[in-house]
C-alpha cells in the first residue's frame, strides 16, 4: 500500500533517472508518488508542511547507506512461474540424464500430486530425455519437467495417460522410430501439461512467493505474462489482500482472453497496483528447442525452419478483439519469420503492440519494427544463456541477434526483462549480459551497450513497453519506488556489477523488502 503520510528517503545519491542520468540526495513522497527530487533540508521542509496540513502527525524519515535509484521494471516475466520454481525440481544445471533423473528420484516423494521440474537443456545432458527414461524413477504419480525455455517438456507414462497424449496424433507429440510417442510434448501441449500439474498447488502461496522474488531483486513493476485462469485468481487474492508489494500488469493468455471474450466479459479493471493490461500470444518456440520460426533453416538442422504457431489474419484478429476492451497484444516471436508475420497482424490492425523477445531481427526485420511503432520488450540475460547460437544460427545470422545498439538507434521502443523463470530475476545480471555480450561477444560486439544505457532499459525503457509514463523514474509525479544498492554500477567494474546486491525495496514510499 502506499504511504498516507509523506516519507523523506535519503542516501548519498538517489539517481532519478538514466539517459540522460540525474541524481539528487532526498526525496519526499505522498501516497504513491514523488512530490519532491532535490536537496535534503527541503525535502525535509516540504514534508512537515504536507504532513501538517494532511494532519498525520509527522514525516517518516527511511535514511539508506546504499546508492538509491528508480526501482527497475521488469517488462516480461511469468509471475506464478517464478512461484512454482521456487517448489519445483530445478534442473538448470543437470550436466547429464543420470544427474536429471536422480534429482527427480530423489525430489519426487515431497510432491502429493504431480511431480514438477523445470530447467533441464538436451545440449547440456547430451541426450533428450523420454518418458521410458521417467518411468524408471516415478511411476505411480504423474511427472512433467519443462525444458528451461518452457516451450517443450517430457512426461511420464502417467502423465500422458492422464492428459490422453498417448493417443493423441497431434504434430507437437514427439514420436520415436517406431511411432510411439517418446514423452517430448511441444508448445501449448506441453503448457496444458505444465498447467495441469500448477493447479495441484495453492495459487494465491505461489504468487506471493513471486511478488516476493520480485521485491528481493528490486523489482517494484513488472509485466506478468500469460497468465492463466488459476494464476489470476490468485493474483487478485493477493490484490485484495494487501499482499501485491510490487505492481503488476498482467497480460492474460489467449485461452483465457478468448473464453472471457466469449461470455462477453473481460477485466479490464485495475489500478495503480495491479491492472489487466492485455493479451499474450505465441507466433512461434525457441532456439534452444529448435521451434522459433526462421526464414532459412537452422545451421545444424537443415530441414528444418522452425514452428509457424499464428497466421498474421489470426493476428489481427485477435489484435481487433483486445481494441474492444482497450487491451493492448503482446506477441511472442524470436525467429524473424515469425516477427514479420506478427507485425503484418498488427499492421493490419493498426495496432502499437508489443514484441516479445524479437531474437532474431536483422536490419530489414529492425527497420520494420521501428516503422510500425511496435514496443519490442527483449532478454539481455539470454546473450549468456544461447552459448550454442552460433551452431545453431551460423556467423552471419548471429550477428543479428539481441541487435539492441541497433535497435535503438534505428528509433525502436525497447525494453528489459528477464522471461523468469527461464532466465534469473536479477536485473544487474541482464545488465552485466549487455553489457559484455555474453557468448556472443566475437560475432556481434558493434551491439554492445553501456551500463547507462542498460539501466535506462531496465528501467525507463521497460515502463515505456509497459506504457507506464510514472514508473522507471523518481522525478515528481513519478512513482514513488525506489532501490537501494550496495554499489553503485555506474561506477563499479563491469566483471563485478552482477554481485551488487539489493539492500532494500520500496514501493509506492513504502519499505516492501530490506536486507538483513
Not at 514523488?34 to 494532511?54: K, M, P, Q
Not at 512454482?84 to 528420484?105: G, P
Not at 511420464?156 to 507437437?172: C, F, Q, V
Not at 491492472?275 to 500470444?281: E, H, N, P, S, T
Request: contains cysteine; charged residues 25%.
Amino acid at each position: 500500500m502506499p504511504a498516507q503520510c509523506p516519507v523523506i528517503v535519503r542516501a548519498p545519491r538517489i539517481y532519478t533517472s538514466f539517459r540522460p542520468t540525474k541524481f539528487v540526495e532526498a526525496l519526499t513522497i505522498l501516497g504513491d508518488y514523488v512530490v519532491y527530487a532535490g536537496n535534503a533540508t527541503e525535502a525535509a521542509r516540504i514534508g512537515r508542511d504536507l504532513a501538517r496540513s494532511i494532519s498525520c502527525g509527522k514525516p517518516r524519515l527511511l535514511e539508506f547507506d546504499g546508492v538509491a535509484a528508480p526501482g527497475f521494471v521488469d517488462a516480461h516475466l511469468h509471475i506464478q512461474g517464478i512461484g512454482v520454481y521456487k517448489h519445483s525440481i530445478k534442473l538448470n544445471d543437470a550436466e547429464s540424464l543420470d544427474d536429471l533423473l536422480r534429482r527427480v528420484a530423489e525430489e519426487a516423494d515431497r510432491f502429493n500430486e504431480w511431480v514438477i521440474g523445470r530447467g533441464w537443456d538436451q545440449d547440456k545432458l547430451g541426450t533428450w530425455p523420454t518418458r521410458f527414461d521417467l518411468d524408471e524413477v516415478v511411476r505411480d504419480k504423474p511427472v512433467v519437467l519443462m525444458r528451461v525455455c518452457g516451450h517443450a517438456a517430457v512426461l511420464n507414462t502417467r502423465a500422458m495417460e492422464i492428459l490422453g497424449y498417448l493417443e493423441s496424433d497431434s504434430p507437437l507429440i514427439d514420436k520415436g522410430c517406431n511411432g510411439e510417442p517418446t514423452g517430448i510434448v511441444y508448445e501449448e501441449l506441453a503448457e496444458r501439461a505444465y498447467h495441469e500439474a500448477v493447479r495441484s498447488l495453492d495459487a494465491l502461496r505461489l504468487v506471493v512467493d513471486g511478488l516476493n522474488e520480485l521485491a528481493k531483486n528490486g523489482i517494484t513493476l513488472a509485466g506478468a505474462m500469460d497468465v492463466e485462469e488459476h494464476a489470476l485468481r490468485g493474483l487478485i487474492l493477493a490484490w485484495h489482500s494487501g499482499l501485491m508489494a510490487p505492481r503488476l500488469r498482467v497480460y492474460l493468455s489467449r485461452k483465457l482472453f478468448e473464453k472471457l471474450y466469449s461470455a462477453g466479459f473481460v477485466p479490464s479493471f485495475g489500478g495503480p497496483q495491479f491492472r489487466i493490461m492485455g493479451v499474450k500470444i505465441y507466433m512461434d518456440g525457441s532456439l534452444g528447442a529448435r521451434t522459433a520460426w526462421l526464414r532459412r533453416p537452422y545451421s545444424d538442422d537443415e530441414k528444418n525452419s522452425g514452428k509457424q504457431l499464428l497466421a498474421s489474419k489470426e493476428v489481427y484478429e485477435i489484435a481487433r478483439k483486445a481494441s474492444e476492451w482497450r487491451l493492448d497484444v503482446a506477441a511472442h516471436a524470436i525467429g524473424d519469420a515469425a516477427i514479420l508475420e506478427a507485425l503484418r497482424g498488427y499492421d493490419m490492425a493498426g495496432c502499437r503492440c508489443r514484441i516479445e523477445h524479437a531474437s532474431l531481427a536483422p536490419r530489414d526485420v529492425i527497420d520494420k519494427l521501428a516503422t510500425l511503432g511496435v514496443r519490442v520488450a527483449v532478454q539481455p540475460r539470454f546473450l549468456i544463456s544461447d552459448w550454442w547460437a552460433v551452431e545453431r544460427l551460423g556467423a552471419e545470422r548471429t550477428r543479428w541477434l539481441y541487435p539492441f545498439r541497433t535497435m535503438l538507434s534505428r528509433g525502436v521502443i525497447l525494453g528489459f526483462s528477464s522471461d523468469a523463470p527461464v532466465e534469473p530475476l536479477n536485473p544487474l545480471e541482464g545488465v552485466y549480459a549487455a553489457v559484455t555480450r555474453g557468448a556472443l561477444l566475437p560475432h556481434s560486439k558493434e551491439e554492445a551497450l553501456d551500463v547507462e544505457t542498460a539501466l535506462y532499459l531496465y528501467t525507463g525503457g521497460a515502463a515505456q513497453v509497459l506504457n507506464e509514463p510514472r514508473a522507471g523514474c523518481l522525478e515528481p509525479g513519478c512513482y514513488g519506488d525506489v532501490v537501494v544498492l550496495s554499489e553503485d554500477p555506474l561506477s563499479t567494474d563491469i566483471e563485478d556489477i552482477p554481485r551488487i546486491s539489493v539492500t532494500a525495496t520500496l514501493v509506492g514510499g513504502e519499505l516492501v523488502w530490506e536486507k538483513r
